[in-house]
């Protein structure tokens, strides 16, 4: 998976605009690893590019992915599997990881239960998990293998400015197929043996906010930090609408700079 091969493959999958294509970002200097950047569900790449220009400027190469069925229409999202999603995360993973770097996950929602998922097959040096969950709020999500039969899509609303990256109809297998990840990651925890930061915010309507305790709580690594907000954060928290996005930014990378430390001294020891 080069750049310019899944750019030419999201543009035949009809992704028109620019910034829902997926991106590759390098440092100013050689980096020594890379970050994969994985956005949510009814989202696109443009939900990470923040972030990747983050983590760029902190000396990662940053690779933001883009989800198949996702930038393209509600249409081509609602005849994907979650198999294609976690494919491309790791497809992602192995790119950077061919170039010898080492790799670190950061990933919106549902982009972070892609990045456990492969976590727990590919060598993952440490997780940044922004709004995960293990529950959606809506009441109808549980159901959703059984509507999706009787019922195509769900509206949802979206600002106007939001609208060129974001869905305002969320079909209903997708949601099924959040489900079906879900149990995929609930029964592989156990692997997942990555330092993981967990952040989250009590404001969060689109997941139960438990859930997102219960995952971390789960998590075996012995190195995990979590963090939440108050009532005034969303559940996006990779933009503007985020009015602690300064403060997620500084956690994130600062704990990948930890980790990246103690690499380094690692590295030395073994020398």
């Given at each position: ?27 100013r ?74 790799i ?84 592989h925890?156990e ?18 906010v ?62």
């Amino acid at each position: 998976m080069s750049r310019d091969i899944e750019q030419e493959r999201s543009r035949r999958d009809g992704v028109v605009r620019e910034e829902n294509l997926p991106f590759l970002m390098e440092p100013r200097q050689p980096a020594k690893a890379g970050v994969v950047l994985v956005h949510g569900f009814t989202a696109s790449p443009w939900e990470m590019r923040l972030f990747g220009e983050a983590a760029a400027e902190a000396g990662f190469t940053a690779l933001g992915v883009r989800l198949p069925g996702h930038g393209t229409t509600p249409e081509d999202l609602a005849g994907r599997r979650y198999e294609e999603w976690l494919s491309t995360v790791e497809e992602g993973c192995r790119m950077l990881s061919a170039r010898g770097l080492r790799i670190y996950g950061i990933g919106q929602s549902t982009g972070g239960l892609l990045l456990l998922a492969a976590a727990g097959r590919l060598p993952i040096s440490g997780l940044i998990l922004l709004s995960p969950y293990l529950r959606l709020r809506h009441r109808l999500a549980p159901a959703a293998g059984l509507v999706r039969f009787f019922r195509s899509y769900q509206r949802h609303f979206v600002p106007r400015e939001l609208a060129p990256f974001y869905y305002d109809r969320r079909p209903v297998n997708g949601v099924y197929q959040l489900y079906r990840l879900i149990r995929r990651v609930r029964n592989h925890l156990e692997r997942v043996t990555a330092p993981v930061l967990m952040i989250g915010a009590a404001g969060d309507r689109t997941i139960q906010v438990d859930s997102a305790y219960e995952l971390f709580d789960a998590l075996p690594g012995r190195r995990k930090e979590c963090h939440f907000f108050g009532p005034e954060v969303p559940h996006i928290l990779t933009t503007g609408e985020n009015p602690r996005l300064r403060q997620t930014l500084r956690l994130t990378f600062d704990f990948l700079r930890c980790l990246e430390n103690g690499n380094a001294s690692a590295a030395e020891k073994d020398s």
